[in-house]
């Protein structure tokens, strides 16, 4: 079997493009971009007209937008940066909901720790967040609610602007982490009608190490990163010059894809879903109900371990998880979270594709999976 990549949720490959773009910035276009000479002025332009390229992608003013190292700094960035306006003895209640990545629930424990209040929304059986269900625990002193715009597992897109109407008639904030979403499906924050919305450089087709927050015009955050006045006094530390105009060819790459590339996507994994369906009874499909990234695919294999069925397929690129929690022997919080018990989740599989996934990759991968299930299903 030739390898076959199907793990775009974990990361992108950086489309051609973008290497191209970012090259001359690490040898020719190296000046530091806060020096008023003609070689910082040549890497401050480059990094203005990147910022407008994402505001572009995301409907914002290019002044609302904060480059950070990726999708973690921005989720730190926007939920401390509001908690830590006031100290926690002014009281203070932050809500996420049960199917975020670490990189909102760490710094929302984190910030648990600091003595701020901290409420978990449930999901249902299909991975969706009720908006019902935040309005319920909302409080007087809720500042801030962050609930991801599409799940990293299962895809599952949440109804954010329905929560983000309930939270604004209440005066709370809405954050989104849309890290997967963004390049997928549209994601524009007037639509989505958020305060502060995360976006990742590497999951569309960027390099790893870089991404954005976006902030809306008057919303004053405190900083993670203390230092000189960089991004508009959000972010101290020299702009990486380099990788913010690889995110701005990125996005505009995305950008002009989106469309096309979505019913693309939407095609090649739904054609895999068929072909596991038709050649495995039992299999059940994750999030089959809610809408779905057009790329994603979660499926739990019947009686058979989702690492014994990678095991045999050591040439098939998927996941068990998120990528970052692959190394932990807990149990899926989001599977956890849809109410799938700790077999079903251990014999659960993300499937994702993404742009250079071909039509006989996934059935050549669909072909192989069910061959493994046979193999290692329990009696």
Known sequence: MRRIYLDYNATTPVAPSVVEAMQPYFTVHYGNPSSTHCMGRAASEAIADARSAVARLLGCDAD?????SGGTESNNLALKGVMLKSPPSAGGHLVISALEHPATTSPARFLERLGYEVSVVPCDS????????????????TRLVSVMHANNEVGTIQPIREIAEICHSRGVLV???????????????????????????????????????YVREGLDLEPVLHGSEHEHGLRAGTENTPYIVGLGQAAMLVGKALEESAERLAFLRDHMQSLLLAGIPGLKVNGLQAARLPNTLN???????????????????????????????????????????????RCSIRLSVGWQTSQEDVEQAAASLIDAWENVRQP
Do not use: W
């Open 126 to 141: 299909q991975g969706v967040v009720q908006p019902e269900e935040v309005e319920k625990v909302l409080q007087r002193n």
């Open 299 to 345: 499926v739990t294999f019947p009686k058979a371990s989702a690492q014994m069925i990678l095991k045999r397929l050591p040439e098939l690129c998927a996941s068990t998880g998120s990528a970052c929690s692959s190394h932990s022997s807990n149990p899926s919080p989001t599977l956890s979270a849809m109410g799938l018990g700790t077999m079903a989740i």
């Open 175 to 213: 954050h989104t982490d849309a890290s997967q979403s963004v390049g997928k499906v549209p994601a524009l924050v007037t639509q989505l009608d958020v305060d502060l919305m995360t976006i990742a450089g590497h999951k569309m087709y960027g390099p790893k190490g870089v991404g954005a927050l």
């Open 64 to 68: 609302e937008i904060c480059f950070t």
